[in-house]
């Protein structure tokens, strides 16, 4: 495939969830329905299909979908793409890998099969290659709270597999154990600077927990270390402890930023180099679904945000043309 200018502007998608872009300046993208599109040769086609829900049994609200999306590091030579998407049987998620032939997805080949829980809820699903070459995975709580804690659960967690759906025998937790972060309600965003910090977002307390706040306290976390563990369900916020939890527990960390009584509903993550827009350069820029781009500055104790698109509700990547691209209900619109 020879090299591909990126989009000059804005391009129709039905609620991209995830954007992605190859090395030769193709971006791929997610639509939450099931298919998986690619913008090659000045327009945008299908380059695979998956077997999906995004309603619950009966037509109820739901978080289940076609989530997340990652290009290999090793593009170049292999031609992998990689999805999540919440199977059709409502039991189960699966990160899926197609081969690209010239913008068609080939080889179909499931690679981790993840428990989706048996409500609406919490279902995580982002994906993003570390600097490592390894494969991290977000996977939400499920509404199961405390199984976020459970270090040998999956759920409420950053996880951490071999390009090919193994574990690596480095993992913090024991061998052919994949958890890398703990103690998440549900991480829906995911970037790695190019130094390898890893920034995560977090959907704050919804009324889900007796005596817990009814909205507000979506999280962001500006670099998670390995084997860190987070708070969820014992407190949330900066620190307001839930009834019934004695402590927000030994040794584990709190967000870096939090929405506090405010609801934003964050999403998608990057990391802008500093070749990108003015404003924008060097900046963690988060998407959220409420209140559009959040452009986040570290500080101590707590980081701050202001606010920029208002496009950026769903997701943010930066194109080998270092203009910004963001995701909305019904586009991908550009920036620089």
């Known amino acids: 495939m020879p090299a591909q200018r990126p989009p000059s502007g804005t391009i129709a998608a039905n609620f991209a969830t995830a954007l992605a872009f190859a090395p030769d300046g193709r971006l791929f993208f997610t639509e939450r329905s099931g298919t998986v599109r690619v913008f090659q040769g000045g327009q945008s086609k299908v380059f695979a299909t998956v077997n999906t829900v995004t309603t619950e049994r009966g037509g109820g609200y739901s978080e289940r979908g076609l989530l997340g999306l990652a290009i290999d590091p090793n593009f170049n030579q292999n031609r992998f793409v990689y999805a999540f998407y919440s199977d059709a049987d409502y039991a189960h998620q699966n990160i899926i890998r197609w081969t690209d032939c010239g913008g068609t997805g080939t080889a179909a080949k499931i690679l981790v099969v993840l428990p989706s829980g048996g409500d609406c809820c919490h279902k995580g699903g982002r994906l993003a290659f570390g600097p490592d070459g390894k494969l991290y995975v977000t996977l939400g709580e499920e509404h199961d709270a405390g199984a976020a804690q459970v270090k040998t659960d999956v759920r409420g967690k950053v996880l951490r597999y071999n390009a090919d759906g193994s574990v690596p025998s480095d993992n913090p937790f024991g061998q052919a154990n994949p958890v890398w972060i703990y103690g998440l309600r549900n991480p829906f965003g995911i970037a790695f600077a190019p130094g390898g910090q890893l920034a995560i977002t977090n959907n704050g307390p919804s009324g889900d927990i007796p005596g817990g706040p009814g909205t507000g306290y979506d999280t962001v976390i500006f670099a998670a270390p390995k ?3 987070y708070r969820w369900p014992n407190c949330y916020g900066y620190g307001i402890l839930l009834p019934g939890a004695a402590s927000c527990g030994a040794g584990e960390l709190g967000p ?15 990391f802008v180099d500093q070749a990108g827009p003015a404003g924008y350069a060097g900046k963690l820029l988060v998407c959220t679904y409420s209140s559009g781009m959040l452009i986040f500055t570290p500080g101590a104790p707590h980081g701050a945000v202001t606010t920029g698109s208002a496009n950026c509700n769903l997701d943010v990547k930066e194109g080998p043309n270092h203009a910004l691209y963001l995701s909305g209900p019904t586009s991908i619109s550009r920036i620089g």
Do not use: L, N
Not at 256 to 270: F, H, K, L, N, Q
């Open 227 to 229: 084997g860190a563990g």
């Open 256 to 270: 870096d930023w939090s929405s506090e009584s405010s609801t934003v509903i964050p999403t998608g993550a990057t």
